[in-house]
Structures are given as C-alpha cells and as structure tokens.
C-alpha cells in the first residue's frame, strides 16, 4: 500500500513539467499530463481508500468527515479548473495569461492547496485509514513544494502582473484581510 503513496507523488512530477512546458518547451502534446497527473492521484487515492480494512464507515463521525471531504473536494476542483479559465490555463501554451486575483484566488495565492489538505485529512477521518492521513501530509509537502516552484520562477514568467498580485496576496495561508476580500468578490460585493 506504501507503493501507492510513491506513485501519487509522481503526479507532481508531471504537473511540474506541464508548468515547465509552458515556459521551456511550448508543446500542446504536453498538457495532457495535467490529465496523467490527476489520474495517477485519483489512482492512488481510490486505491489507498478501498483497502479492506478502510472502507467501512461506522460511526457519526465518520460520516460527518466524509460529507465535509466531498465538500471540500468540490471546492478544491472549482478551484483548479473552474475559478480560472480553464482553456488558457489548461489547454493554450503561450505566455502573458492575466493573474485572477478575486473569489478563491482573493484568498490566498494557491488556495487548491488548502483544499487538498483538508481533503486528504478529512477522507484519512472518515475511512479511519492512517495511510492516507500520511498520504496527505506527503503529498501535500510536494503540493508545497510544487505551488512554490510554481510561485518563484514559473507564474512570474507566464502570467502578467504576477509580482503584484504576490505582494498583494498570501502564498498558502490566508489573512484576514484576504479572507474579506475573498469573501467580497464570492458575493459579488467587489472591494
């Protein structure tokens, strides 16, 4: 079952070269490793979930862990591909994007990281598994690793007026005052 955990993290090996292709290589044929990457985590999660031993859910508790991991699971996908535009960000190699700077990314610069954690603990909660509680605190330091990456040398390039929106937002850890404005522009109210 480790060898699930081994295999999940190399889903960040090929988000990291999706983002490298972006400013290094400029290949369409490249972005379908977004897809890999993600199924490689899906992957590697269904199979650390459906252990013989993990699957049962028994108590209030448990129950209550795994609505609020389906919650967040939905956050965390609106977050990735829905609250930016997924053709530029996904599908379209060239540079000079526009940073999104309301809603989710209002929050904090990397806001699906957040997610993910509260993910994998909240599902690790539910299905009383210790392997995925350990899944997500190894994946979530390559998470952090790879939005740092991502944050230093790759957005900078790709996406206009990232240097501002860096000294405007919080890296992972929201603050109050992105807090508000997160919640600002979610309800439509603007700063």
């Known amino acids: 079952m480790v060898s699930f955990i081994f295999a999940g993290s190399l889903a960040f090996i090929c988000f990291a070269i999706f983002d490298l292709n972006k ?7 490249m972005n379908i490793l977004v897809v890999l990457g993600s199924f490689i985590l899906a992957f590697s999660t269904m199979a650390i979930i459906i252990s ?7 108590t209030l508790w448990q129950w209550l862990a795994l609505i609020l991991a389906i919650l967040v699971l939905l956050l965390m996908i609106y977050t990735i591909f829905g609250a930016v535009s997924f053709k530029k960000t996904y599908l379209e ?7 999104v700077t309301t809603g989710m990314y ?25 392997l995925l509680l350990i899944a997500a605190i190894i994946w979530t330091l390559l998470d952090i690793v790879y939005v740092y990456i991502q944050d230093r040398w790759i957005f900078p390039i790709i996406l206009e007026d990232y240097h501002i929106y860096q000294q405007q937002v919080p890296f992972i850890i929201p603050n109050l005052t992105s807090l508000q404005h997160s919640l600002a522009s979610l309800l439509g109210k603007g700063d």
């Open 23 to 29: 400013i290094r290589f400029i290949s369409k044929n």
């Open 52 to 58: 013989p031993h993990s699957i049962r859910i028994s």
């Open 93 to 99: 190699t060239q540079k000079g994007n526009t940073v």
């Open 106 to 130: 209002a929050l904090c610069r990397h806001p699906g990281v957040l997610w993910f954690f509260l993910f994998y603990c909240l599902s690790g909660l539910a299905f009383n598994n210790q």
